[in-house]
């Protein structure tokens, strides 16, 4: 036997008690006559004690020897401790002891295994298993573990059946790059990676299957931008014979639990936006709304005077910065300058200080006078003290811009609380996107999403104002979860994947199973996917997803602690009968 | 709104209610004047009815003309049925129709949905969907579902902490194939899908994890037996700190805990056995311990008698088959025709009947009396009645070649009863198996299993008499999981590579992230993993795993649904820069 306890457990009521602990030596202090031993696991830190009265010297001279990370077994008598340590569960007692052995010795590692590290990010990745040793990783490991359970444990109570759906599944353009995954068996074929289960959850639908979830790794092969990863977890869920509000109630329902059971929140109703409004009011589909800066769009009240930058702009827009009319000259600029980075790529900014006595000062005065400014901050809400930032030019960019400008406003006044949680339904979203470069239009969710009710005709006319029964939702600013109502007849589906420029034989050799389906009576259904990664990390209180997985790969989709991709064997190659155009 | 309720909900006691109900049509009665639809979805079927007094006439003759697995959406009124159907939970009831909508068709299926089917196993899987509906099907998959759930319910109370592996890892040669996946980002590099999470799961022991567990996706590209899948599941388990005895002890005790709460069976402690004791009474390592039939080793009491077959023979082994001795000599030829197909590769069978009366018949009497025989009766514990049955030949293939028979004999006489559960350990397994082909020795387990105490000098003089701590857990003839204690200093691992073949430069190319790890403190550690698949299917009371996967594969690792793998694109092969070889 290992150990008796584990070195979170031992409280003043065990004092007397003969135990064996295993662990890791954290920290080893030496005052000569006594030496103490920090002995660390998964569950916590206990002392252990060494002193020339009570313990063998050859014991004690072992025991100043340990290093750091060595691994330990201790045996010995739990004693009550001289000067307690009120910081941890185990602080009022020590392990007088009596055997020492030394389970396995360690190199010294290569940053501090303590909250703060000294190891910056590339080297604590190449040796991530000692980076999970470090509490703050353990506990988002055990964190994200705990979200899983709640997760599967509601949705099952609920009759939700988590179905396996295959990993080795079939190639589609549509989307994102796939993984793919030369068969042996099947020469010159190729699986692929699912980026999602949907066609399955689709066909477990139309197979009567009714509930269904699973939280599933998903994989695409992207140019990966920060905080993106190659394989990601989702919460994937389909329901049958529902409508929008079914789905909607659902998993407002389990969102509210775990921040209920994860984060003691309670949250009442979650308010819900059209695609529209969130783009109107927040330039941003995924707004976080836990703070004001709501847009006020200016065209009415400054256009048509004699600034012709705004005459000219398709959009004038505007927020009120709340307390900053008091921002010197040099903050100010300092402001502009940061709309202009190629990042953010505005051409300037106009603004406007309210005053706290209600006269305004403008950039822009030679065109405006206080009557105009007045009503600019009625449109932006704006009140004495407060900064109003204008940006000017074609709508979708602008808004963007300024979207961009109201969160790093609220990064910089520290209105984006971790602990505060405010989760939106964004709905109504068009059904297709334009690819500005192509001028075709795409699936903004995917191609099996189904058009509102009635606005099927939309696609011949205006297909870029046809809306889908498409809905995400947002936590704190982040796209925690979308999904849509499916189409579920054939008919539709072809027409769907006419107006996304597939042929006929396209559509039926990459989706003829689904469409095949479909004529066999599948029911209406639909259905969201959540990101695990994000979710889990947003809960935490973090941003990034990184610290949220246990062996994430880098920017480049490299594991770096397994060197992973790696150049593998001709004979490996030569079974799936390939070959390497290049060698590199 | 869809539905108010299931198919399967409604009672007596809802008598009077107005529902919606909405699923697929399974059946139309038409007796004219009153018309009778069972409606069926996941959770049951319910009677719908339309008659000539009660129902407008346009109805009676839409829900006449309803073609089976149209989708349909009904209100009505439940009222209490005419005759009463017990065998189902809605029987005492009907609903009477108001509305009827047709919600999508239905062409006519391939093969009737239900229990029995006329569907063969191609069509069935081809149509999946459809198959899915059937009630065996869907009820395969909700067992899945409860197992899952309880496996991670019981790990996680037991503090095991469920823990993510990447999918996108590095090949090592050893063991079965990869199946590789080419990286865009990292041109001529490859990643592999996991075979297992082994390495991870140990690094996780390092990283001080201490409990880990994961029910997890592995892929192995081998040639497809019968009932082996190319992507898998496990319910993947490590511990640190433990010896062996504690990993028995934990998973005894899931295992335990699954047969009561999904069984209802409650077995007390699991009987143990070596590999060599396994395979000396049931020529197995993974016996079927719910029937008799022990191998009795004859070699004692059957050479060295005038039969040069047997003298020449390495063993001599045979079994008691209870009742047997009154088979025809025409069954018995055919038992011997059995041992002697090339599956079984016998050179021939010597039978013994021991007669009612306490006299032996053999097929050697020429060269046993009556008291040999009697002899061989006391060793294989033949009683009056019995006939044995006795192989010859090299010990192994004897053997194998017995086992094969027993098991055949037991099948034949139906002890292997579903409903009867025998779990067994099978501990000391060898640590080296020799490769016959080439004369190499390979790891059993795998190459991170640790040797027990004190026999690593062995591995220099007799490799494959060195002994593992290694141990399966199996349950009716089948192996549903294995593990061992692993190696946790970098020494012993070396050494277990330099005796497996690989070069120091080998072993560190695929493994150096391991022995890195072990050099900073890794704890002495070990697990399990158990094949899901094969898990629910016994316990489910049946043999295919097929059975109990949503979208298996066929044996060419082939999803003949969506008709996966698929030839892919040459802009898609171009940006991986690969070649195929030839063109199929």
Redesign the interface.
């Known amino acids: ?3 008796s306890n584990t070195c979170g457990a031992l409280r003043a009521s065990d004092i007397g008690s003969e135990v064996i602990l ?1 662990g ?1 030596v954290h920290k080893v202090r030496d005052k000569g006559f006594v030496v103490w031993v920090d002995l ?4 916590g830190i206990t002392q252990l004690v060494l002193d020339e009265d009570r313990t063998a010297l050859e014991l004690l001279e072992k025991a100043r020897e340990l290093g750091r ?3 330990i077994q201790a045996k010995g008598q739990v004693i009550e401790r001289a000067s307690k340590n009120p910081n941890i569960p185990t602080g009022d007692i020590e392990v007088l002891v009596s055997e020492l052995t030394i ?5 010294l ?1 290569p940053f501090t295994i303590e909250d703060e590290t000294d190891g910056g990010e590339d080297i604590r990745m190449k ?7 470090r509490n703050p990783v ?1 506990n988002n ?2 964190f ?2 705990k979200m ?2 709640e997760v ?2 509601y949705l ?1 109570d609920q009759g939700f ?11 589609t ?1 549509e989307g994102a ?17 699912p980026q999602s289960p949907q ?2 959850k689709q ?2 639908m ?6 269904y979830f699973q939280i599933v ?1 998903c ?1 695409r ?1 992207e ?2 931008r920060a905080d993106r990863q ?2 990601f ?1 989702q919460i994937d869920c389909e329901m049958a ?3 929008q509000e ?1 789905i909607l109630n659902t998993f407002e329902g389990l969102t509210k639990h775990l921040l209920k059971e994860i984060k003691g929140v309670e949250i009442d109703k979650f308010p819900r936006m059209t695609f529209d409004d969130a783009m109107r009011l927040y330039g941003n589909d995924k707004p976080d709304i836990r703070f004001g800066m709501v847009f006020g769009e200016l065209n009415a009240v400054a256009q048509h005077k004699d600034f012709g930058v705004f005459n000219s702009a398709e959009l004038v827009v505007g927020i009120a910065v709340p307390g900053a009319a008091s921002y010197t000259r040099k903050e100010i600029d300092a402001l502009i300058d940061w709309v202009k980075r190629p990042q953010v790529g505005a051409k300037g900014m106009v603004y406007v200080k309210c005053n706290e006595d209600g006269t305004y000062k403008s950039s822009v005065d030679k065109f405006y006078d206080e009557q105009d400014l007045a009503k600019w901050a009625e449109v932006t809400g704006a009140k004495p003290g407060d900064l109003i930032c204008v940006l000017s030019g074609d709508a979708n960019p602008t808004r963007a811009q300024l979207s961009a400008l109201r969160m790093e406003l609220a990064n910089r006044m520290g209105l984006r609380k971790p602990d505060e949680f405010a989760p939106l339904w964004v709905i109504d979203f068009p059904l297709l996107e334009l690819d500005e470069e192509t001028g075709t239009y795409h699936a903004m969710h995917h191609p099996f999403t189904s058009p509102k009710p009635g606005q099927l005709e939309l696609l011949e006319t205006n297909p870029g104002a046809v809306k889908a029964n498409a809905y995400d939702l947002v936590l704190n600013g982040n796209e925690i979860g979308g999904g849509s109502i499916r189409i ?2 054939k008919e539709t589906q072809a027409t769907m994947f006419k107006h996304l420029g597939f042929t006929p034989e396209e559509a039926k050799a990459q989706f ?2 689904l469409m095949d ?8 259904h639909g259905g969201i996917a959540f990101g695990l990664d994000r979710l889990v990390a947003i809960l935490g209180g973090q941003e990034t997803i990184r610290d949220f ?3 994430p ?1 880098n920017n ?4 770096v ?9 001709q004979e ?1 190659l ?11």
């Open positions: 036997m290992y150990r295993s890791w660390r696991d998964r569950y990370e060595t691994v389970l396995n010795k360690s190199l590692p040796y991530r298993y000692l980076d999970i040793r353990k490991l055990i994200r573990h899983s359970m599967r444990k099952s059946v988590d179905v396996e759906t295959p990993y080795l599944i079939k190639s353009p790059r796939d993984f793919l995954v030369p068969s042996r068996m099947n020469e010159g074929q190729f699986y692929a990676l066609t399955f066909l477990l139309v197979g009567g299957m009714d509930k790794k994989f092969d140019d990966l190659p394989e977890t014979f529902v409508e079914d579920h007849d003829g199973f389906a479909f004529q066999y009576g599948a029911p209406p997985i246990a062996f790969k480049s989709g490299r594991d602690m397994i060197d992973a991709p790696a150049h593998i064997d490996q030569d079974e799936l009968h390939l070959k390497l155009t290049h060698t590199s």
